[in-house]
């Protein structure tokens, strides 16, 4: 017989092995260079005396030996009770909240610091339904031993507190108020804003005045108004000749009687914003505000019936939370009556705008702004275009003025600019020519020599302004580029120094010739 004693019988429970549960951490070595200069955390810990004969007992594992013949089952490791789906759902969120007993008592104790907004809307999303409220308690009921799945262990413990959705409802709607409130009043600003701006703008009256006197000459009688939503049908009106659309031929108009005047588009900021506003999303969203405040109350009403605590923090939290909800029923009240005022302001601008008192229903806000919007985007987008196309015009008029014309004459003014060798090359074919004019002899020819040289002049200042003007717009160019076209510059052509050369030496003879004879007589 083997020392162990005989094995047990078949059919008879095995027997159990024990196994301290260990903590399964990583050891951490700490880097001596480090604790030298900066202390280390670990070697300040006090140190504590453990009970071991408890702890040992405490966390020892025990595992039944089971028989060989029986196999092994399959064991049960947590209860489930949701779909896959469902729980899948609910622990991908579940890693992105706080623990669930966490949220528990923040719900509890009714802490605004601990949520938001969006982690109110995930929690209403992720709250149980009774079905699944009722599985998961009698399962675990079943199975007190077996812990609860992820997504189960979530839900148990929310179901936990009572009056949950009312609770969580309540915060939302106090969140969602505050931005609510804030957004429509910000749009119910601007439509008073945008109200003004079309009462007050000069250049939208000058603009749709010159649209009705070219609509009055073009259909031959004169009427004091026209439809509004013509507007929109402006640019696509082309003329029979050019094929130019009508907003070209009304903004010419406008500028050439109107110079003054802008572009209209910039004038009009706070319509542009209306223009893009939903108002009809505005009225659901102030209803449904007004859905929640009730509901609101409501909700407070049940929290309180369920607590019957006569605990100071739970009264003044409520009483907070039922001044909050008188606070957001008076200026829910106040903002339904701007809400209705500025209304009142928008159907007397569009009798303002001689729209029909019976027709003020099939005026729309989004419509009626998101027309004058989209008419004066083409305004702006034409005028634009207008006013370069007339600068442009201004500068070719002004360039046909000294087109083909020379220059015989050049001011003091000019000499100065001009380099030195030019001024002297200038300063002596002047003088020629003055002695020539002078009647020094010479005929014909030296006339025709005389007329040759002002034209020569004259090509060249013509040619030294022309590179005057181009120097100052370039960059200025490297040293030995500057010094080789100073030089071109005062040599000259050769046939320009040709004929300076050939007008010296018959000047030189005549002097001569001149000279001889005062010598004889």
């Known amino acids: 017989m083997p020392p162990g004693g005989p094995p047990p019988p078949p059919g008879l429970p095995g027997k159990s092995k024990k196994e301290v549960k260990q903590l399964r951490w990583r ?102 339904t009774e079905e699944e409220r ?55 600003m601007d439509l008073k804003g945008a109200v003004e701006e079309i009462r007050t703008s000069n250049t939208l009256k000058l603009v749709v005045g010159a649209l009705l006197s070219i609509g009055n000459v073009l259909n031959g009688q004169k009427v004091e108004a026209f439809e509004l939503d013509y507007l929109s049908r402006v640019n696509t009106v082309k003329d029979t000749v050019h094929k130019t659309p009508l907003m070209v031929h009304l903004v010419e108009l406008v500028i050439e009687q109107f110079p003054e005047s802008g572009d209209l588009h910039s004038q009009l900021n706070r319509v542009h914003r209306v223009a893009k506003i939903d108002w009809n999303d505005q009225k659901k969203t102030m209803d449904t505000l007004s859905a929640d405040l009730t509901n609101s109350w409501k909700h407070l009403r049940a929290i309180a019936r369920q607590e019957t605590s006569s ?40 009798l303002y705008m001689g729209v029909n008192p019976n027709h003020l229903n099939k005026w729309k806000i989004d419509d009626f702004f998101k027309l004058i919007s989209e008419f004066s985007l083409e305004y702006r987008t034409v005028h634009g275009k207008v006013l370069q196309k007339i600068e442009r015009r201004k500068k ?103 004929l300076l050369e050939k007008f010296n030496r018959s000047w030189n003879d005549e002097q001569s010739a001149a000279a001889a004879e005062n010598g004889e007589q």
Not at 153 to 164: A, I, R
Request: charged fraction near 35%.
């Open 134 to 188: 009722t599985q998961i308690q009698e399962k675990h009921a079943e199975r007190p031993d077996l812990p609860l799945g992820i997504a189960e262990d979530f839900l148990y413990t929310l179901s936990s507190v009572s009056e949950l959705e009312a609770r969580l409802s309540l915060w939302k709607f106090e969140y969602a108020f505050q931005s609510s409130e804030e957004e429509i009043a910000e749009s119910l």
């Open 27 to 128: 050891k951490q070595n700490i880097h001596v260079p480090s604790t030298k200069k900066y202390g280390s955390f670990w070697k300040g810990l006090e140190t504590v005396e453990v009970p071991q004969a408890k702890f040992l007992e405490l966390f020892t594992q025990v595992e039944q030996i089971k028989k060989a013949d029986s196999g092994e089952l399959k064991k049960e490791k947590c209860i489930t009770v949701l779909s896959n789906t469902r729980a899948q759902n609910i622990q991908i969120e579940v890693k992105r909240l706080p623990a669930a007993r966490h949220i528990r008592n923040a719900i509890l104790n009714m802490d605004k610091m601990f949520f938001n907004k969006e982690m109110i809307e995930k929690l209403l999303k992720l709250m149980p």
């Open 311 to 350: 605990d100071s923090t739970s009264m003044d939290k409520k009483l907070k939370s039922a001044q909050s909800l008188t606070d957001a029923a008076e200026r829910l009240r106040v903002l339904e009556t701007i809400h209705k005022r500025v209304f009142n302001r928008f159907e007397k601008l569009l």
């Open 396 to 498: 070719d008029q002004a360039r046909l003025k000294t087109k083909g014309k020379l220059i015989a004459r050049v001011s003091s003014a000019s000499f100065d600019e001009l380099g030195n060798d030019q001024r002297r090359n200038s300063q002596d074919i002047s003088e020629g020519l003055l002695q020539l004019e002078g009647g020094a002899g010479g005929g014909d020819k030296n006339k025709v020599e005389a007329t040759d040289l002002i034209s020569v002049l004259a090509d060249q200042v013509v040619k030294e302004t022309k590179k005057r003007q181009m120097g100052k717009r370039r960059v200025a160019p490297r040293k030995h580029r500057e010094d080789k076209k100073t030089i071109r510059r005062t040599i000259g052509k050769p046939e320009e120094l040709e």
